[in-house]
């Protein structure tokens, strides 16, 4: 069973159009995280969530839109999709917030491609 | 504020050769580091951690020591095999921000027969 899972793997869409991605994991975590990587590797965080609670919302444009339904997915909105937006979007989860010696557990990443 | 270092790549070796992949960090208190591996294609994956000054994480040939008075968290490994053609992060963690994780840029590295 795939421990943190993401769908869909590759998304090709026009600039302009609303797009999502799906989270869920099946590790009984409790916080969860949205990451961009840009095209050098680069990954930074956008969002997490602890127990379906906004936690981390760092500087990224109001198009972007977490919902955590429940503590087990994360679902990332996207609205009027820019080129910019193109990257791989991971997901990923750890046990619980506030302990420095838990890991991540990353998903295999949604590539976004916008034309 | 929290941060980390990496050496910039590309780096390409040949199999067997040693590999030293050099990260050091900034941090307000007393924070838990990390390596990740991430294959072509692929998720990051945990490849080691040390969660305590002087610890020494490993795993698959691959060793890291915290060393607090260099701020450091270096990756050897002895000898490298075309399977660890990878992308590689250096990342703390720390309690004092809520167990945020701060990455490095990422080392590719690629080993040629």
């Known amino acids: 069973d795939t421990a943190v899972s993401q769908t869909p793997k590759y998304l090709v869409t026009q600039m302009g159009n609303d797009k999502s991605i799906k989270c869920e994991q099946n590790?009984?975590?409790?916080?969860m995280y949205w990451y961009k990587q840009d095209s050098k590797k680069f990954l930074k965080i956008m969002f997490s969530?602890?127990?379906?609670?906004?936690?981390i919302n760092e500087t990224v444009p109001n198009r972007f839109s977490p919902k955590s339904p429940d503590k087990a997915h994360l679902n990332l909105h996207i609205n009027s999709l820019e080129l910019g937006d193109s990257a791989v979007y991971f997901c990923?989860?750890?046990?619980?917030?506030?302990?420095?010696?838990?890991?991540?557990?990353f998903g295999e990443g949604s590539r976004l491609t916008v034309l | 504020g929290d941060s980390v270092t990496q050496m910039e790549g590309p780096v390409t070796l040949s199999e067997e050769a040693f590999l030293t992949i050099n990260c050091t960090y900034t941090?307000?208190?007393?924070?838990?580091l990390f390596w990740y591996v991430q294959y072509p294609g692929e998720g990051l994956q945990l490849l080691l951690k040390?969660?305590?000054?002087?610890d020494k994480g490993s795993n698959k040939g691959f060793e890291a020591t915290y060393r607090k008075e260099t701020t450091s968290f270096h990756l050897e490994k002895g000898s490298v095999q075309v399977s660890d053609s990878a992308v590689y992060f250096c990342?703390?963690?720390?309690?004092?921000?809520?167990?945020?994780?701060?990455f490095g840029t990422g080392t590719s590295l690629t080993v040629i027969p």
């Open positions: 990923a989860s750890s046990l619980y917030y506030g302990s420095n010696t838990g890991e991540l557990f």
């Open positions: 590790l009984g975590h409790d916080t």
């Open positions: 969530y602890n127990n379906k609670e906004l936690i």
């Open positions: 941090a307000t208190g007393y924070p838990s």
């Open positions: 040390a969660t305590k000054a002087d």
């Open positions: 990342a703390l963690s720390e309690s004092n921000t809520g167990n945020q994780f701060y």
